[in-house]
């Protein structure tokens, strides 16, 4: 579970994240709509500790990012910037991440057959088009095979069935009872993913409800 109370970020004078609180359960894919600017990607930093709030919480299972044990096992992410050394096979880089957080290597070929990557492990990454970029930054998000994942915008710039591929694995993952985080731009594409809705605009929460109630109020 994800429990946000009175989060804030301010970077100088802009109010990035202003005074946020709610819920992500396990169990089906929330969306986390909002334009661009809205706050979604400080949101989603805070929560896996890469900004520190000004104010509040961001709790992961109970706890913040900082003090979960082994956290790459209990939360994932698929973030839009992603950095993966051009030069490395897909399956050295995420061997390098098991490695580095204390994950057996046997799980990186398990990742790699989940996302569909298996015929391409050994190629650079550099090469990879995005939507096989998405696949291993997914793979990576898996390794840990966390109870709690983050997409940030993951469809951005895919082809139709690279958006379709992508939807569907996440609603698998939130039906095999994880919890599921998902940020978008689009009522359009949310309303295809998710069940469960959280709107933010000019980093205050403006619904929390399911998709079908947001749709009926506005
Ligand atoms: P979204 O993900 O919804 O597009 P962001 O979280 O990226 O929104 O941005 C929210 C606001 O915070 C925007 O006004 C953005 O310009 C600002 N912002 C984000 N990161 C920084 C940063 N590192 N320094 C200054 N301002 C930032
Ligand atoms: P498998 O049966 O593929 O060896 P498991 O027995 O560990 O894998 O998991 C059972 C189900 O969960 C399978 O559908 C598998 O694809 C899926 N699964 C396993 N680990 C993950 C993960 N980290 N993320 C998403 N799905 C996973």
Redesign the pocket.
């Known amino acids: 579970m994800i429990e946000l109370r009175g989060l804030t970020k301010h970077f100088g004078a802009t109010a990035a994240v202003e005074d946020l609180s709610f819920t992500v359960q396990p169990g089906h894919v929330t969306g986390f709509l909002g334009p661009n600017g809205a706050g979604k990607s400080t949101t989603m930093r805070m929560i896996l500790g890469l900004d520190r709030p000004t104010s509040g919480v961001a709790l992961v299972n109970g706890k913040p990012y900082a003090e979960l044990t082994n956290p790459l096992r209990q939360v994932g992410a698929l973030l839009d910037a992603r950095w993966v050394h051009p030069n490395r096979s897909a399956r050295a880089h995420l061997q390098w991440m098991a490695a580095s957080n204390g994950i057996p290597k046997s799980r990186v070929d398990?990742?790699l057959r989940?996302v569909g990557l298996s015929e391409v492990a050994g190629k650079q990454a550099g090469g990879f088009s995005l939507g096989m970029s998405q696949r291993l930054g997914l793979a990576g998000a898996?390794l840990g095979?966390p109870q709690v994942l983050l997409f940030d915008e993951p469809v951005n710039g895919l082809d139709p069935e690279g958006i379709v591929w992508i939807r569907k694995f996440m609603q698998?993952?939130a039906a095999?009872g994880r919890t599921v985080l998902v940020s978008s731009h689009l009522l359009s594409e949310m309303a295809q993913t998710a069940e469960h809705l959280v709107v933010i605009g000019r980093g205050r929460l403006i619904s929390d409800s399911t998709v079908g109630e947001f749709i009926e109020r506005s």
């Open positions: 398990e990742v989940l898996l095979d698998r993952l095999e």
